[in-house]
Nanobody, 125 residues
Framework: VQLQASGGGLVQAGGSLTLSCAAS????????MAWFRQAPGKEREFVAA????????RYTDSVKGRFTISRDNAKNTVYLQTNNPKPEDTAVYFC???????????????????WGQGTLVTVSS
């Protein structure tokens, strides 16, 4: 499976930006999906995850109430809507999925087997 993240760019604090992760090679409909990010000089961290059925989502505390993860199985795409971004949200954002189907909202990077190439989000103050 290949994951292609897109939608990153420069956004002003308080604005909005929607990231997309398009999958190819298999359907995403029966697989959990997640977004991680890595800021310069920092380790990769969990941002958000959505269960295979879409009924369960999980967010890291710093983005709760501002970011929303969603999925469109018909388009084989997962989204991360970033509302009211802050300068500390500046990072390369990666989407990820698992080899095993029917997963839940895992927060550990080692739970995910396939990763996209990342898309850079820069939030200006």
């Amino acid at each position: 499976v290949q994951l292609q993240a897109s939608g990153g760019g420069l956004v002003q604090a308080g604005g909005s930006l929607t990231l997309s992760c398009a999958a190819s090679g298999r359907t995403i409909s029966t697989y959990a999906m997640a977004w991680f990010r890595q800021a310069p000089g920092k380790e990769r961290e969990f941002v958000a995850a959505i269960s295979w059925g879409g009924g369960s989502t999980r967010y890291t505390d710093s983005v709760k109430g501002r970011f929303t993860i969603s999925r469109d199985n018909a388009k084989n795409t997962v989204y991360l809507q970033t509302n009211n971004p802050k300068p500390e949200d500046t990072a390369v954002y990666f989407c990820a999925t698992r080899r095993s189907p029917f997963g839940s909202t895992y927060i550990a990077a080692q739970e995910y087997d396939y990763w996209g190439q990342g898309t850079l989000v820069t939030v200006s103050s």
